[in-house]
């Protein structure tokens, strides 16, 4: 075989991989923000304004289904579980805001963000938030 037709086989081999990778890239990045795309749409987080907290926890109890849950009476009343030790409390609306009063938590109140199935309460002063689902509340001794 000549040296020119071992350059020209050549250069197409090294056209046909560039074209190859440059393929293989593209659909990797083109797939990485499809999937991107449906995380966040699935993911949408909206915060609630005061009516929408009212309507959503009166009744309810905020848990996270293994070591706690808030239980939002509909008198104002707060009632937590936690580890089995209950305390009881009271909660209202301020402005766009859920307020919590509970003796050995401190009172604080927090804006509420829903994300699908999932809130979060996120203090506007110091301390961490609460997150979990809304589901009917339970009414016992901390018995289900």
Avoid: N
């Amino acid at each position: 075989m000549s040296e020119g037709l071992q350059k020209v086989r050549l250069a197409e081999s090294e056209g046909q991989l560039a074209r190859c990778l440059i393929a293989a890239l593209a659909t990797g990045i083109g797939g990485l923000v499809t999937l991107d795309a449906g995380f966040v749409a699935a993911e949408s987080v909206r915060t609630l304004t005061g009516a929408q907290i009212r309507a959503a926890f009166t009744g309810k109890q905020l848990t996270d289904e293994v070591h706690y849950r808030f239980v939002y009476d509909g008198d104002g009343t707060l009632r937590t579980y936690s580890m089995g030790v209950k305390q009881a409390g009271k909660w209202r609306i301020q402005k766009d805001e859920i307020c919590l009063y509970i003796k050995d938590m401190g009172d604080d109140c927090y804006r509420v963000t829903q994300s699908g199935k999932r809130f979060e309460l996120k203090p506007t002063g110091p301390g961490g938030p609460i997150d979990g689902i809304l589901e009917p509340a339970y009414h016992g001794d901390g018995e289900k």
